[in-house]
């Protein structure tokens, strides 16, 4: 049976903005793929978590995204990280995304802080 593809948004700049969800993925999955490793690996520190990470980013996104479908397709659940907020928004993330979907593995997005919203908010515009 697959595993679960988990996209999860990561704070924009202080680290008390992740979600209790979001902890909680991180802790659970099997694999994190991180934009930057090293970058990750601080909020992992932070947070406690000793899941093992790999680097998912534009230099090697199409190569890297089959090898984790195949990871999930044995029934790994692997969550995907950007270095600040959600993965696939301006970020990488979208490949392995639409592989995911073409290989009718279930892909849940775990939400977290949004610059622009964020931005919005506090520009005083009526919304």
């Not at 948004?9 to 903005?17: Q, S």
């Not at 979600?19 to 793929?33: G, Q």
């Not at 279930?106 to 919005?120: D, L, R």
Request: with cysteine; proline share 6%; charged share 20%.
């Amino acid at each position: 049976m697959p595993g679960t593809l988990y996209l999860v948004a990561t704070p924009i700049g202080n680290l008390g903005d992740i979600t209790f969800r979001a902890l909680e993925v991180l802790r659970d999955v099997d694999l994190i793929a991180c934009e930057d490793t090293r970058h990750t690996q601080k909020l992992l520190n932070h947070f406690e978590i000793k899941t093992k990470t790999v680097s998912y980013h534009e230099h090697n996104e199409r190569e890297r995204a089959n090898q984790l479908i195949d990871r999930v397709l044995k029934g790994e659940s692997i969550a995907v990280v950007s270095d600040a907020g959600t993965p696939a928004i301006a970020d990488p993330g979208l490949r392995v995304v639409e592989a995911a979907i073409d290989a009718r593995i279930q892909v849940i997005s775990i939400p977290g802080p949004v610059a622009f919203v964020t931005a919005v908010a506090a520009s005083g515009l009526p919304t």
